[in-house]
Nanobody, 127 residues
Framework: QVQLVESGGGSVQAGGSLRLSCAASGITIRSYCMAWFRQAPGEEREGVAAIYRGISSPYYTDSVKGRFTISQDDDKNTLYLQMNSLKPEDTAKYYC????????????????????WGQGTQVTVSS
């Protein structure tokens, strides 16, 4: 049984930082395309960042480039999202997702390409 469990969300002021974690079980993340999505109230879920060991450069949506960093620790089977210089528009519920198809890491990074999802963790950025 595949489980993805996110943690690390919270409330911060603009300019602050948070690090999200996604602990995986039932899959070996080094063999999967791993991604972070987010969804704000009334908005569609959007791909924020994606990573796959066989790809040299992770994917980032334009609005987070230079501020967010996706990484993974294969020994811990855990995915991370380091978020710096947070802005109020980053406020959303953040979800970890996994796909066995590496093309899911190619643009566009879309919900339909991912098989497994976590329950999400809320990030709230105040101005």
């Amino acid at each position: 049984q595949v489980q993805l469990v996110e943690s690390g969300g919270g409330s911060v002021q603009a300019g602050g930082s948070l690090r999200l974690s996604c602990a995986a079980s039932g899959i070996t993340i080094r063999s999967y395309c791993m991604a972070w999505f987010r969804q704000a109230p009334g908005e569609e879920r959007e791909g924020v960042a994606a990573i796959y060991r066989g790809i040299s450069s992770p994917y980032y949506t334009d609005s987070v480039k230079g501020r967010f960093t996706i990484s993974q620790d294969d020994d811990k089977n855990t995915l991370y999202l380091q978020m710096n210089s947070l802005k109020p528009e980053d406020t959303a519920k953040y979800y970890c997702a996994a796909s066995p198809d590496l093309t899911a890491c190619f643009v566009p990074v879309v919900v339909e390409e991912y098989n497994y999802w976590g329950q999400g963790t809320q990030v709230t950025v105040s101005s």
